[in-house]
C-alpha cells in the first residue's frame, strides 16, 4: 500500500449523502482511514484532534462555509500545506481565484466519478 494511499482523510460536506458519495470514491480508490464532518466547525475542532493528510471539503456550507473552513485550517501551523480539494458545483473564475487565494489545493467540480478524483490526487501526489 502506497503511503498516499494510507493518510488520514477528512470529508466535510453538510450533506450525509454527499459525504458518504465521496468515502465510497475514496474507499474504490484504496482510501481507508477516513472521518467525516457535518460542517466547518465540527470540521475545524476535529483539525484539533486528530492529524488528517488530506482534506476534502465542500464550498457551500452553513454556519462556516468550506472557504472559510480552508483560511481556518490553513491558520494552523500543522495544516498549514496539507492537501485540501474542494467540491463544489459552482467554477466560477472568482471563486477558483478566492480559493486559490485562501490556499486551496485543487478542486473537483460535481458530479463527479472515481476515475476524476484519482486524476486529481494523481495531480496533487503524483502516481501511487
Known amino acids: 500500500m502506497?503511503?498516499?494511499l494510507k493518510a488520514s482523510v477528512l470529508v466535510v460536506d453538510d450533506y450525509k449523502t454527499m459525504r458518504t458519495i465521496v468515502i465510497t470514491l475514496l474507499n474504490q480508490i484504496g482510501f481507508t482511514?477516513?472521518?467525516?464532518?457535518?460542517d466547518g466547525g465540527e470540521a475545524l475542532e476535529k483539525l484539533k484532534k486528530k492529524k488528517y493528510g488530506?482534506?476534502?471539503?465542500?464550498?457551500?456550507?452553513v454556519?462556516?462555509?468550506?472557504?472559510?473552513?480552508?483560511?481556518g485550517a490553513r491558520a494552523l501551523?500543522?495544516?498549514?500545506?496539507?492537501?485540501?480539494?474542494?467540491?463544489?458545483?459552482e467554477t466560477t473564475i472568482e471563486n477558483l481565484t478566492q480559493a486559490k487565494a485562501a490556499g486551496v489545493t485543487n478542486y473537483i467540480?460535481?458530479?463527479?466519478?472515481?476515475?476524476?478524483?484519482?486524476?486529481?490526487?494523481?495531480?496533487?501526489?503524483?502516481?501511487?
Open 54 to 61: 488530506l482534506i476534502f471539503s465542500d464550498w457551500n456550507m
Open 2 to 4: 502506497s503511503e498516499v
Open 109 to 128: 467540480a460535481k458530479p463527479f466519478t472515481a476515475k476524476t478524483l484519482k486524476e486529481k490526487l494523481e495531480k496533487v501526489f503524483g502516481q501511487f
Open 63 to 71: 454556519p462556516i462555509t468550506g472557504i472559510d473552513f480552508l483560511r
Open 33 to 38: 482511514e477516513i472521518d467525516e464532518a457535518g
Open 77 to 89: 501551523p500543522e495544516y498549514k500545506n496539507t492537501p485540501f480539494i474542494m467540491i463544489t458545483a
